[in-house]
């Protein structure tokens, strides 16, 4: 499984950024996807989740009432509208996708994923 994941850039403070994140590989459609975000000098963090049906999502609460994730398992992609961005919100957000669709893991844990992307900047400028 590779995940690309794209649409990160410099934006101001308040501003929208979409991210997404493009699966290929075996069957991408039945994982459960997620998203994380490391700023410089800090712990990798969860942000958002979806499952493989899309039927359920989870966001951390920094970013509830104003992130979206979805996904369009036609096109193996999943999607993070990012809105009323702030400075704190700069990162390198990495999506991540789970084969095994649980394995014990809650949806905001590393190791639920076994697959990882390489990473996409966020810089949100005040």
């Known amino acids: 499984v590779q995940l690309q994941a794209s649409g990160g850039g410099l934006v101001q403070a308040g501003g929208s950024l979409r991210l997404s994140c493009a699966a290929s590989?075996?069957?991408?459609?039945?994982?459960?996807m997620g998203w994380f975000r490391q700023a410089p000098g800090k712990k990798r963090e969860f942000v958002s989740a979806?499952?493989?049906?899309?039927?359920?999502?989870d966001y951390s609460d920094s970013v509830k009432g104003r992130f979206t994730i979805s996904r369009d398992n036609a096109k193996n992609t999943v999607h993070l509208q990012m809105n009323t961005l702030i400075p704190e919100d700069t990162a390198i957000y990495f999506c991540?996708?789970?084969?095994?669709?649980?394995?014990?893991?809650?949806?905001?844990?590393?190791?639920?994923?076994?697959?990882w992307g390489q990473g996409t900047l966020v810089t949100v400028s005040s």
């Open positions: 991540a996708a789970d084969r095994t669709r649980g394995g014990g893991w809650p949806y905001t844990s590393p190791r639920k994923y076994q697959h």
């Open positions: 590989g075996r069957t991408p459609s039945t994982f459960d």
């Open positions: 979806i499952s493989w049906s899309g039927h359920t999502t």
